[in-house]
């Protein structure tokens, strides 16, 4: 379980991250600049997704 908590502490900076993405999206998109909004959403879309990958075995280790 020690190894684990070096990917729960890497999760925990990249969800940090994840929300200043939202927040930098949602002052672009008040600000009518759709179009840059595209990419930084990919983003973190893509850092979502690395997450959940990530915490994929912690589910399964706990669920035994």
Known sequence: MEKYIEVMKQC???SETILEGLHH???LLSEGKFEQTIYLYEDVLLAYSTIENSVEPLKE???Q
Do not use: G, H, P, S
Request: avoid cysteine.
């Open 12 to 14: 925990l900076e990249i």
């Open 25 to 27: 999206i949602q002052k």
């Open 61 to 63: 280790k706990a669920n």
